[in-house]
């Protein structure tokens, strides 16, 4: 990793991100934790294993086989409650991923850009999913998923921004209201 995080990984608020909206006298956006091609977390700066929780292919807490960081669970669980009521499909199929487990993914996988390289997943910070959808589900998810703070991390049409190949599946939690700025 050419730009190691120490454990309380690199902070980086909107304003920083996207394009300065906040302005001075307002109360500055929390910070987010941000890993990408070029900003990576250590081998052992992942989340708190206290913070993960076990979750279904629901979201509903569980005994596994998925993790997620505590405070992201009831969001993606009312996020795939609202999808089931409307009766559209959406499944957790991935959740957070150790750095171990990241070098095995990113090791195995033939094509370049699968899988992004150890320390430079978001799954590693416990706040990213991978859902699996059909074209009406994703709808939803894209008009539905900022209100309960996710949003897609990689878009298409934005490859050259994020460093990585859309993933309409990828789902990262940022809070509701961080999401609304992003979407």
Partial sequence: CETPMRASFWIVTLSAMLSCAWRPGAVPPAPVAWVDPTRCLSPCAGPDPERLVGIDDRGRRAAGPYLIDRDVQPALAALLAEASGQGLFLRVV??????????????????????????????????????????????????????????????????????????????????????????
């Fill in 94 to 183: 991935g959740a957070h991923r150790t750095h171990l487990a990241q070098e095995q993914f990113f090791a195995t996988e033939p094509e370049i850009g699968r899988f992004a390289r150890p320390g430079h997943s978001e799954h590693e910070l416990g706040l990213a999913v991978d859902l699996d959808h059909d074209a009406e589900s994703l709808a939803f998810l894209l008009r539905r998923g900022p209100a309960h703070g996710f949003v897609t991390s990689y878009p298409a049409g934005r490859e050259h921004r994020t460093g990585f190949r859309a993933e309409p599946w990828h789902q990262r939690h940022v809070g509701p209201a961080l999401a609304a700025e992003l979407t």
